[in-house]
């Protein structure tokens, strides 16, 4: 039924009226099927259609008619799986994560996934489970697109819970979650093109993870520059990405971080994206151990002044020559670094050995 320029459809399970582009209940959480304005007129059009020529083709009105609702039928399957999250409820999170990180890979503007959980409170909302489900998709995996360098380049802006039932205290819910990127899907390829083509200048086949890690660090310090010219371009959102570090040849630190990461994972060299909430910087495994590394602090420099490269977890120095590793400043370092070995001291230090 319409109401001025509104039209309105109505649940199929309490008969709760709801906009007709709403895809749930709001009162029970049922998901709702296309309005019933919308159907009728659908159908009233092909049964025109079917009448005008019934004159001429008496034959073909039923065959017209079926058409007609086949594709209302094939209509509503598509708003069903648009709306209806993914095809089971998962009950963890790092099975949701995974159904989402495709959707987040193609750049998708609304991620969508089903979960059977009772780590909801309806009064809060789903925001926690998003981001949950979204630190399971930016994961660490090897691939140099996916893992940590996700968390750069996108995040929510909006979640859209629906609950469609409940068992005790589980619930069964839908997610919308809205996304924003900093890169689109072709910039995307078009960096993924430019990495390979990089790789393939540095001729690293056959060489040692630390002669490929010197080789990447080398190359970015040698053709990226830090942008100060964008610094404060809130509008800008490119020079947040490996993709203005390759193509304009100049970015700020999560940009430069970010190609570090694309390069040497894409190398075979496990890497990591560190953040705090003024800069990002990288760490990779050699040998066992792990070292950190900061080419934004080391751009431009040539290789025997470099103050950055392959740092130890108390040799790592920032912000002016403050220590803030094991015995640093509050220890900024090694508090989000748990689970990781890491040297003492720079690589090939022969301190690491006592």
Known sequence: MSE????????????????SDSAFCVKCGAPLRPSNTETKTSAQGSGQ???????????????SAKGAIV?????????????????????????????????MLKHDETLYVSMSTADYNPFLGGQSLADKILTEAERYSGKAAEGERLGLLC???????????????????????????FLTEAQDKELAASVQSILSGLRLDGLSDYEKVRAIYN????HVTYDYDRLEDDSDVLKYTAYA??????????????????????????THIKTNTIHAWNFVKLGGKYYYLDATWDLGKNEANYDYFLKGSVDFQHYGGILIGLHGAGNLLTNTDKGYDFSHYEYGSPLNDR
């Not at 259609?49 to 065959?63: D, E, H, Y």
């Open 71 to 103: 594709m209302i039928a094939l209509a509503a399957l598509v708003v069903w799986a648009l709306f209806s999250g993914s095809t089971q409820h998962y009950k963890d999170y790092p099975s949701a994560g995974a159904h989402v990180l495709p959707q």
């Open 245 to 270: 570090a390759v193509k304009r040849g100049t970015a700020v630190c999560s940009g430069v971080a970010d190609l570090f990461y694309y390069l040497a994972n894409s190398a075979g060299v496990e």
């Open 155 to 181: 995040w929510p802006t909006q979640v859209e819970t629906y609950q469609t039932g409940k068992k005790g205290d589980v619930y069964d819910l839908n997610l919308k979650i809205h996304m924003q990127y």
């Open 49 to 63: 259609a079917a009448a005008s020529q019934s004159a001429a083709k008496p034959q073909q009105k039923k065959g």
């Open 4 to 19: 001025g320029n509104y039209s309105y459809k109505f649940c199929p399970k309490c008969g709760a009226r709801a906009n």
């Open 219 to 222: 190359y970015i310090c040698a």
